[in-house]
């Protein structure tokens, strides 16, 4: 399959592509791993006129710990994620979530920036991000500016993003002691979407009681789903069996997704309970670990 | 207005070309160096028959851009032999019957030389974690296990 004709650019510094998008207008989109991008203009389910590829600019590419956060450059490819000892070490759920992206040769070329701006509710990172309450950095033309992730998706394939703006960097959190996630996927084969999966973030308190939670669903709505009543049910509760089952069945009523060859919704709802008390649990045991 | 001069470095040769913008590196591959190992199999991101090391990592090659590739390194197949030897990963494959058709071969090859550059000695959870994106729809996987075995234990 071949896609219709766009032009290419390949622009060297930010500033260039930023300039670039902004002149070439809304037919223009940023090519960042192309893993999304390609196969959508190779199915013609999508067309562009333009792809600027960020591809060539120096300084897009890390991860590290800095200033409160762990943050993730905008073009990090998911292979990278995946083997960053900060990420093993110390967030997991960051692991767990490249790990079960696409399949190996795709992590190679795929970015973690590119997984959140694609705006696709079945990518994997939007519900990890929702729990670890991350922020995106968009580098426009009037430089930068912090969106929380809450705010980001703001429909199917839709971001908070400007046509002329670029990821530039995930923003998560450095963990608070006490504090430990995962992320729990259920798919048919290597490589394909979820169909459900659950993110779940915790930070015990004095007492063990789960002072704060934040739980993201993949591949349940139009948009990436956060499990607010679920979130709320735990918050300050000691997270027993029964505390965690109660969550958990919040999250599966806070889920609404969609049929298809997956399952229906009665049964992808089912899973996003039971992968959200996997989820949790998880979390909690890394928690009381660290 | 949509051709662009590109220079990559193929199994070791620059090539130079003037290309279309939308050309994916596997028809490059094939149609202009008539590079025909790459195979092209589902042609969307899942069977991994067009596998290529760009800059030394196995990609899909039908998921990427010819003109992204402009200034890097591309191996393909072809680029295993060196001086008539086979590499010990074309060598595995021989030895322990690591294919039928031979269609998914020269991705499951790459794949494999790449793991064994980055891991000398795989276990076979890493080498059947490393090839989770190659399939196969013949032989099952054990052979093609046993033939990137064989190929880490000679290297």
Same mark, same amino acid.
């Given at each position: %399959?071949?896609?219709?004709?766009?032009?290419?650019?390949?622009?060297?510094?930010?500033?260039?592509?930023?300039?670039?998008?902004?002149?070439?207008?809304?037919?223009?989109?940023?090519?960042?791993?192309?893993?999304?991008?390609?196969?959508?203009?190779?199915?013609?389910?999508?067309?562009?006129?333009?792809?600027?590829?960020?591809?060539?600019?120096?300084?897009?590419?890390?991860?590290?710990?800095?200033?409160?956060?762990?943050?993730?450059?905008?073009?990090?490819?998911?292979?990278?994620?995946?083997?960053?000892?900060?990420?093993?070490?110390?967030?997991?759920?960051?692991?767990?979530?490249?790990?079960?992206?696409?399949?190996?040769?795709?992590?190679?070329?795929?970015?973690?920036?590119?997984?959140?701006?694609?705006?696709?509710?079945?990518?994997?990172?939007?519900?990890?991000?929702?729990?670890?309450?991350?922020?995106?950095?968009?580098?426009?033309?009037?430089?930068?500016?912090?969106?929380?992730?809450?705010?980001?998706?703001?429909?199917?394939?839709?971001? #908070?993003?400007?046509?002329?703006?670029?990821?530039?960097?995930?923003?998560?959190?450095?963990?608070?002691?006490?504090?430990?996630?995962?992320?729990?996927?259920?798919?048919?084969?290597?490589?394909?979407?979820?169909?459900?999966?659950?993110?779940?973030?915790?930070?015990?308190?004095?007492?063990?009681?789960?002072?704060?939670?934040?739980?993201?669903?993949?591949?349940?709505?139009?948009?990436?789903?956060?499990?607010?009543?679920?979130?709320?049910?735990?918050?300050?509760?000691?997270?027993?069996?029964?505390?965690?089952?109660?969550?958990?069945?919040?999250?599966?009523?806070? #889920?609404?997704?969609?049929?298809?060859?997956?399952?229906?919704?009665?049964?992808?709802?089912?899973?996003?309970?039971?992968?959200?008390?996997? #989820?949790?649990?998880?979390?909690?045991?890394?928690?009381?670990?660290? | %207005?949509?051709?662009?001069?590109?220079?990559?470095?193929?199994?070791?040769?620059?090539?130079?070309?003037?290309?279309?913008?939308?050309?994916?590196?596997?028809?490059?591959?094939?149609?202009?160096?008539?590079?025909?190992?790459?195979?092209?199999?589902?042609?969307?991101?899942?069977?991994?028959?067009?596998?290529?090391?760009?800059?030394?990592?196995?990609?899909?090659?039908?998921?990427?851009?010819?003109?992204?590739?402009?200034?890097?390194?591309?191996?393909?197949?072809?680029?295993?032999?060196?001086?008539?030897?086979?590499?010990?990963?074309?060598?595995?494959?021989?030895?322990?019957?690591?294919?039928?058709?031979?269609?998914?071969?020269?991705?499951?090859?790459?794949?494999?030389?790449?793991?064994?550059?980055?891991?000398?000695?795989?276990?076979?959870?890493?080498?059947?974690? #490393?090839?989770?994106?190659?399939?196969?729809?013949?032989?099952?996987?054990?052979?093609?296990?046993?033939?990137?075995?064989?190929?880490?234990?000679?290297?």
């Amino acid at each position: %399959m071949i896609p219709a004709p766009f032009d290419y650019h390949s622009p060297k510094t930010l500033s260039e592509a930023v300039a670039l998008l902004g002149h070439l207008g809304e037919g223009a989109k940023v090519l960042s791993g192309g893993q999304s991008l390609l196969p959508l203009l190779k199915l013609r389910l999508g067309s562009a006129g333009h792809l600027v590829d960020i591809g060539r600019i120096p300084g897009l590419e890390y991860v590290k710990e800095e200033g409160g956060y762990l943050r993730i450059g905008g073009r990090t490819r998911e292979s990278a994620l995946e083997h960053s000892d900060v990420v093993k070490k110390r967030y997991p759920i960051l692991a767990d979530t490249a790990a079960v992206i696409a399949d190996p040769l795709v992590r190679n070329m795929a970015t973690v920036g590119g997984n959140l701006a694609h705006g696709d509710p079945a990518n994997d990172h939007p519900a990890t991000m929702l729990a670890l309450g991350a922020e995106v950095v968009a580098t426009g033309p009037k430089g930068e500016r912090t969106i929380p992730i809450e705010k980001f998706f703001t429909g199917l394939f839709e971001t #908070a993003l400007a046509h002329d703006e670029i990821l530039t960097e995930i923003r998560v959190p450095k963990p608070p002691p006490k504090s430990g996630g995962a992320y729990v996927k259920l798919e048919r084969k290597v490589g394909d979407f979820a169909t459900a999966a659950s993110a779940a973030f915790v930070v015990l308190g004095r007492n063990g009681e789960v002072e704060r939670v934040g739980i993201g669903l993949t591949n349940a709505g139009l948009t990436p789903v956060k499990a607010t009543s679920a979130e709320k049910a735990l918050q300050g509760k000691k997270p027993t069996e029964a505390a965690i089952a109660e969550a958990s069945r919040l999250a599966a009523k806070d #889920a609404s997704p969609s049929p298809d060859r997956r399952g229906d919704v009665e049964y992808k709802k089912e899973m996003a309970r039971v992968l959200t008390a996997r #989820a949790l649990k998880k979390a909690i045991a890394r928690a009381e670990g660290a | %207005m949509a051709n662009h001069k590109i220079r990559v470095t193929v199994n070791g040769s620059a090539r130079e070309a003037e290309v279309e913008s939308r050309l994916l590196l596997v028809h490059f591959l094939r149609e202009m160096l008539r590079l025909t190992g790459t195979h092209i199999g589902c042609d969307t991101t899942h069977c991994g028959a067009c596998t290529v090391l760009l800059d030394g990592r196995p990609v899909k090659s039908c998921t990427v851009l010819a003109v992204q590739a402009d200034g890097r390194e591309v191996m393909t197949v072809e680029g295993l032999e060196k001086d008539g030897k086979l590499d010990p990963i074309q060598e595995g494959f021989f030895q322990e019957h690591g294919l039928q058709c031979g269609y998914c071969t020269p991705g499951m090859m790459l794949t494999g030389y790449a793991l064994l550059k980055e891991n000398a000695r795989p276990t076979e959870g890493e080498i059947r974690q #490393a090839i989770s994106g190659n399939l196969c729809r013949c032989t099952g996987y054990v052979n093609i296990v046993k033939a990137v075995q064989h190929a880490a234990e000679r290297a």
